[in-house]
């Protein structure tokens, strides 16, 4: 069992050693991380998210007591989260990393590897309806709440200005695309279909490469607030979800899932939203390493509790 968690673990860490020892050396500096960030957030993951979308089959879509479990369990942690962030920072960016940090699981990196190895190919359904939430909710909720964030405006010019300017981002649309084209049932020529899948897949190795760069130009400190993110995520959320699944009567292979991926660490992309926005830069980084490491430890007791 151990080797099921540690196996995806190893190559996150290379990754994230090589990307900060680049950041040390100077190999890769500050600027180069914006640049990745913007890479990434606007090219290569909306591309993932795309084509993720579109290979869905509009059944899975439309599984709405799957879903609405799904919903609870990680929008509930964001929207809670982003509320204590406010009352906590008085800062909405600020705000808004946190709670992307304690509310997003890396379900796509480390949880394929681990429920495949656990349950099967079929496993792969759970971490594409967390994902499609995310990809529909929580990130377009981000994107306009930081654009509403670095606004100039005030009111509702200010949150209207900001929805239309999140609207024009990839990350925004890209996902809403690819669940049209599934409702739809249009299908996808398989050339462009090969070049999304290819652009797309670069997203994991690409984002940790510039999480270790910039984990290597800020100074990763533990404090009260990365040790709350960490009891947040690994401990709070996994929790959410297991009400969340008794809630919607959502039982057997699927419920033991969504609670697993509840209790992964935090996905790699809230470094890539801070580094782009400029705030919680240190923070969102340093929980996301230190969650990373903990995880082997948590995990392991999330799957010995759902099991039994």
Aim: hydrophobic share 55%; glycine share 8%; charged share 10%.
């Amino acid at each position: 069992m151990l080797e099921r968690i540690v196996g995806p673990l190893l190559p996150v860490t290379f990754i994230i050693v090589l990307g900060y020892i680049a950041g040390k050396r100077r190999r890769l500096s500050h600027d180069d991380s914006l640049l990745i960030s913007r890479l990434v957030l606007t090219w290569i993951f909306p591309s993932l998210l795309l084509i993720g979308m579109a290979k869905t089959s509009r059944a899975q879509i439309l599984d709405y007591h799957f879903i609405a479990a799904t919903f609870v369990g990680i929008m509930g942690m964001y929207l809670l989260v982003l509320a204590l962030g406010w009352w906590q920072l008085r800062k909405l960016d600020s705000a808004t990393i946190k709670a992307l940090v304690c509310g997003y699981p890396d379900a796509a990196f480390m949880g394929i590897p681990i429920l495949q190895s656990m349950f099967g190919p079929g496993s792969i359904y759970s971490v594409l309806v967390l994902n499609i939430i995310a990809a529909l909710v929580m990130l377009p909720l981000t994107t306009m709440l930081l654009t509403l964030a670095q606004g100039e405006q005030s009111g509702r010019a200010a949150f209207f200005g900001s929805l239309r300017q999140a609207l024009t981002k990839p990350l925004v649309w890209a996902p809403a695309l690819g669940i049209a084209v599934s409702l739809l049932e249009i299908k996808v020529p398989p050339v462009l279909a090969s070049s999304l899948d290819l652009l797309g897949k670069a997203t994991p190795g690409v984002s940790l490469l510039c999480l270790g760069v910039i984990m290597s130009s800020v100074k990763l400190t533990m404090s009260r607030e990365v040790i709350a993110n960490l009891g947040l995520k690994l401990i709070a959320q996994p929790l959410l979800m297991y009400g969340a699944t008794i809630l919607f009567a959502v039982k057997g292979e699927f419920a033991h899932q969504m609670i697993l991926l509840c209790a992964l660490p935090s996905a790699t992309i809230s470094a890539m939203f801070a580094n782009e926005a400029g705030v919680y830069r240190s923070e969102a980084a340093t929980s996301i390493l230190v969650c990373t490491v903990l995880s082997v430890v948590t995990f392991s007791i999330a799957i010995a509790l759902t099991s039994s």
